[in-house]
Structures are given as structure tokens and as C-alpha cells.
């Protein structure tokens, strides 16, 4: 079985639905911030959870025993990250570092990691287009 965690986001949902054709077992984690139930298909596993309640995120991956994570439950909005830094950081950061300890916990070996581009790429692209005008 493979845990997806944010899989009802936009990105995620598509993953979810190729997995299923591809006739794995999947269950989908999310809370639901951005993404959305109905973007799934109706019959798919799905927890509603937060990777930043610990406890929570622990004792649902000692339950299901994942053969495999593949994780996109982040923070991806930029101007969200700009006027919440530290809710970005805790989510993005804090969450993962959660999945993490539970997949060890679990004995989930096998992780996807999926993040979005970080902000310092743009922040590079900015500082590259003052440096080439002056």
C-alpha cells in the first residue's frame, strides 16, 4: 500500500488516480487546507489528518503500515509563504520531519519526496536580473 500524503491536492489527486490504474492500493492523507475531497476518486482510501499533530500522524502510519510514502502535503502558496514565513516553515519543514520519525517508527522505508521550487530560486532569479542590468 502506498500513502500519499496531500493527495487531494491538485498534483496529488492526478498521482492518486495513476496509482490507482496502475492498480496499486493507495491511501491518501490530507487535511484538507487546499485540497480537496472530491478530487478523488470516491471509493480511495482517504484520512483526513495534519503531518504537524505528531501523535496523530505516528499512530496512523503504525496503523497502516505503508509500503511506501509519496509526499506532497506542503505549504506551496508564495504569497502565502511570504506573509506567514513561519506557518510555511512549520508546516513544510516540522510536517516532514514528522512523516518522517513515523515512517521510521512504521518501517516505511521507501519515501517520493515532492516539494515545490523554493523561494530562494526566485529570490536568485530577482538578484541574477539586477545584477545583468547594471
Do not use: C, W
Not at 498534483?11 to 487535511?31: A, C, E, P, Q, Y
Not at 518522517?100 to 526566485?122: C, D, E, I, N
Amino acid at each position: 500500500m502506498i500513502l500519499v500524503t496531500g493527495g487531494a491536492g491538485y498534483i496529488g489527486s492526478h498521482v492518486v488516480r495513476d496509482l490507482i490504474n496502475m492498480n496499486f492500493k493507495v491511501t491518501v492523507m490530507d487535511n484538507l487546507s487546499t485540497g480537496h475531497r472530491s478530487a478523488l476518486p470516491p471509493d480511495v482510501d482517504f484520512i483526513e489528518a495534519d503531518l504537524l499533530n505528531e501523535s496523530l500522524t505516528r499512530e496512523i502510519l503504525l496503523k497502516i503500515r505503508p509500503q511506501a510514502v509519496i509526499h506532497f502535503a506542503a505549504k506551496s502558496i508564495v504569497s502565502d509563504s511570504v506573509a506567514n514565513p513561519l506557518t510555511t516553515f512549520n508546516t513544510n519543514v516540522v510536517g516532514t520531519i514528522n512523516l518522517l520519525k513515523a515512517m521510521q517508527l512504521s518501517g516505511t522505508k521507501s519515501l517520493v519526496f515532492f516539494h515545490p521550487p523554493p523561494l530562494s530560486m526566485a529570490s536568485r532569479r530577482k538578484h541574477r536580473s539586477r545584477r545583468a542590468m547594471r
